[in-house]
């Protein structure tokens, strides 16, 4: 199967099959904050609507969790269906993202991993390292991300309702 790579020259970010509807959240730390800055620009010039949970101003002393819950809680809770968590590795706000019900984020360096995430395990934040990607990079595995969609395959649904159901245990008091 061949991947086509979106056209970062003409459109940094084309929306392609994504709804202009879409709405995007996203979050970093100061790891994160320049490569974010580039995504809210190239999501909004595509049409997309971002929902900045911050950092809203570079701050080398912030902490990524101060970011990523609000993101996280707003997927948990259906207002968003899709989310963009950056640090400086991508490791701590997946880490952080995935304590919560219903959240399934992957970190995401290569176009491979940014659409299978969503086609077989229906991953709904990508986590990326700002100081680990550069921005095109970023622009296209974003672009891969929101483009992708669940297979619904049984094997993949059998697989989720696993981990759903390890969800609802933890839930128990």
């Known amino acids: 199967m061949s991947e086509q790579k979106p056209d970062t020259l003409a459109n940094p970010l084309s929306v392609g099959m994504l709804s202009l509807a879409l709405k995007v959240g996203i979050a970093a730390d100061h790891g994160g904050f320049v490569l974010k800055t580039e995504l809210i620009r190239s999501l909004r010039a595509s049409g997309c609507e971002v929902v900045d ?13 101060d970011f990523v819950i609000p993101l996280a809680r707003a997927i948990a809770a259906g207002e968003l269906l899709r989310g963009i968590a950056l640090c400086g590795s991508g490791v701590g706000v997946s ?37 680990v990607i550069g921005t095109g990079l970023a622009l296209d595995l974003v672009h891969v991300f929101l483009n992708a969609r ?13 981990l759903q159901a ?7 008091p």
């Open 150 to 162: 669940f297979s619904g395959a049984p094997r993949h649904q059998r697989r989720l309702a696993k």
């Open 166 to 172: 390890i969800e609802h245990r933890n839930q128990e």
């Open 95 to 131: 880490i952080a993202a995935n304590k919560f019900v219903g959240i399934r984020a992957g970190l995401v360096h290569d176009v491979f991993s940014a659409h299978q995430g969503v086609e077989d395990d229906d991953m709904n934040v990508a986590c990326l390292g700002g100081t």
């Open 53 to 65: 949970f911050g950092a809203h101003q570079l701050d080398p002393a912030d902490d990524y969790p």
